[in-house]
């Protein structure tokens, strides 16, 4: 309705048509939903359920769940990891979020082309194990590609679907898990710096003057391991979840 307005709009200007019957109209469905960190509860709730989806098995998710938790990736970027996407860079293992010239999937912007630190819980879990045991290109095993050609959409709406039978509310997500990831970062402590968050998540830098775009770029490995071990949880979050 909204393109019709515009449409008609463009017709009234062209005298095409006496008036724009779409004016005045609101299309608003009410306000939006403003996503926002896990709580410990929450996490603890999620944690504690059973998982009841049959297009993804359920030690799939909770391995993307902890990746999500401890890197603050996007559901997409993690989904689609090739096993080269995970190297050692100055002695610290690290994912490599790029795009890949055989499929259409890249960043979603420039800042998005970045490296993440492999947090030590993650190393602990045996997530760097996953590059010599799981079959075919990927680095997360048993997720199929959509036919829109998007891998772990499956995934997604299992965990929609789970989130939501356990009580959890709208304004929880699968990104929730970057929101809490920004927020446990920025309240770090003085000695993890804003433009390191940035780069971690990928942001734009905050002040895109010319200096911060040239630091972005040549922000060390150890910094960015420094401010990926800042994420931290609960033991009962996630634990037992293991390769």
Same mark, same amino acid.
């Given at each position: 309705?909204?393109?019709?307005?515009?449409?008609?709009?463009?017709?009234?200007?062209?005298?095409?048509?006496?008036?724009?019957?779409?004016?005045?109209?609101?299309?608003?469905?009410?306000?939006?939903? %403003?996503?926002?960190?896990?709580?410990?509860?929450?996490?603890?709730?999620?944690?504690?359920?059973?998982?009841?989806?049959?297009?993804?098995?359920?030690?799939?998710?909770?391995?993307?769940?902890?990746?999500?938790?401890?890197?603050?990736?996007?559901?997409?970027?993690?989904?689609?990891?090739?096993?080269?996407?995970?190297?050692? %860079?100055?002695?610290?293992?690290?994912?490599?979020?790029?795009?890949?010239?055989?499929?259409?999937?890249?960043?979603?912007?420039?800042? @998005?082309?970045?490296?993440?630190? %492999?947090?030590?819980?993650?190393?602990?879990? @045996?997530?760097?194990?996953?590059?010599?045991?799981?079959?075919?290109?990927? $680095?997360?095993?048993?997720?199929?590609?959509?036919?829109?050609?998007?891998?772990?959409?499956?995934?997604?709406?299992?965990?929609?679907?789970?989130?939501?039978?356990?009580? $959890?509310?709208?304004?929880?997500?699968?990104?929730?898990?970057?929101?809490?990831?920004?927020?446990?970062?920025?309240?770090?402590?003085?000695?993890?710096?804003?433009?390191?968050?940035?780069?971690?998540?990928?942001?734009?830098?905050?002040?895109?003057?010319?200096?911060?775009?040239?630091?972005?770029?040549?922000?060390?490995?150890?910094?960015?391991?420094?401010?990926?071990?800042?994420?931290?949880?609960?033991?009962?979050?996630?634990?037992?979840?293991?390769?």
């Amino acid at each position: 309705m909204m393109r019709l307005s515009t449409l008609w709009n463009q017709l009234h200007q062209r005298e095409l048509v006496s008036r724009n019957p779409w004016t005045g109209w609101n299309f608003e469905n009410g306000q939006k939903t %403003v996503r926002r960190s896990w709580t410990a509860k929450e996490l603890a709730l999620l944690a504690s359920a059973s998982w009841h989806s049959t297009s993804v098995p359920e030690h799939t998710c909770r391995l993307v769940t902890l990746i999500a938790a401890y890197s603050g990736m996007r559901l997409g970027e993690i989904c689609t990891l090739r096993k080269e996407d995970l190297q050692t %860079v100055d002695g610290i293992p690290c994912f490599l979020i790029r795009p890949h010239t055989e499929t259409s999937r890249a960043p979603k912007t420039e800042a @998005g082309t970045r490296m993440v630190p %492999v947090h030590s819980k993650l190393v602990d879990a @045996g997530v760097l194990a996953l590059k010599d045991t799981t079959d075919g290109p990927y $680095l997360i095993p048993r997720l199929k590609i959509s036919k829109q050609g998007i891998r772990g959409a499956a995934l997604g709406r299992a965990f929609s679907l789970l989130k939501t039978r356990i009580g $959890l509310p709208a304004e929880i997500t699968f990104h929730s898990f970057r929101h809490t990831v920004s927020t446990q970062l920025r309240n770090a402590g003085a000695n993890i710096r804003e433009v390191w968050i940035d780069r971690l998540l990928g942001h734009e830098a905050t002040h895109k003057s010319q200096g911060t775009t040239t630091y972005l770029t040549s922000i060390s490995t150890a910094n960015l391991r420094q401010t990926v071990e800042a994420i931290s949880y609960p033991e009962t979050a996630f634990a037992n979840i293991t390769i």
